[in-house]
Structures are given as C-alpha cells and as structure tokens.
C-alpha cells in the first residue's frame, strides 16, 4: 500500500534534516523506499501580467517549505506535525488513484471545510 500526504517545514533545512532521518547510506543515498518531491516555497499569490506579458506584480511566495512524500506504507508519524491539508490537489499530487483517492478521503475529513455541499439550483 501506497500512502500519499502533504508537508510543510519552516525551512529547507529542516525539510531535509526530516527527510535524511529516514535513513541515508555513506554516499549520501536514501535507503527507503519512499517517494519525495521537494515543492520548495510554494506560490499562494500568483503574478499578475499586463496584456503584452509584462509582470505587474510579482508572485508571493509561502514562508514554509513544501514536500510531497508517497509513502511505501503507512505514514512515518514523526512527521505528523508538519502534516497539512490543502484544497485538493494544491500544487502537486502523485501515486496510484487509490492513494490519492485515500488523501481526498482523509483530507475531507480532516478539513471539511475545502468541501462545501453544492449549492442546490433553484
């Protein structure tokens, strides 16, 4: 079973300390079998261009560092307070289509609030 999440570091440093501690041989290669994607400081504002392409205001930028890890099976719980919950899918999603269907599902119990009822037509 493949499990995929969300996390969020106050910097790449410590982004990486986490990641290391999941074991790295003397070379410097991961021993785990985990996939991880490094999202670096996500855009929360995008730019804005005028009609000829010119950038008018500059994309702003988190303050935290993001990563995406599929797990090779349950979720380290080590990093369960870097964990986050976003509108699916943010910026990036990877895995099988039950493991992201299984993120959605824990994901909208987590934070309902990123899944409003649909209105319903008068």
């Not at 910026?91 to 289509?97: A, I, N």
Request: proline content about 7%; charged content about 25%; glycine content about 8%.
């Amino acid at each position: 079973m493949r499990t995929f999440r969300k996390y969020e570091f106050g910097s790449q440093g410590a982004a990486t300390t986490k990641i290391n501690a999941l074991g790295l041989d003397d070379d410097g290669n991961a021993t785990h079998s985990h996939s991880i994607v490094r999202l670096g400081n996500i855009v929360t504002t995008p730019a804005t261009y005028d009609d000829d392409g010119n950038e008018l205001t500059p994309p702003v930028l988190s303050d935290n560092y993001h990563v995406d890890v599929l797990w090779n099976g349950e979720p380290d719980p080590d990093w369960d307070n870097q964990m986050v919950w976003c509108a699916p899918m943010g910026v990036h999603v990877f895995g099988s289509s039950s493991a992201i269907a299984e993120w959605v599902a824990e994901c909208k119990v987590q934070r309902p609030d990123l899944f409003p009822d649909p209105e319903e037509e008068a």
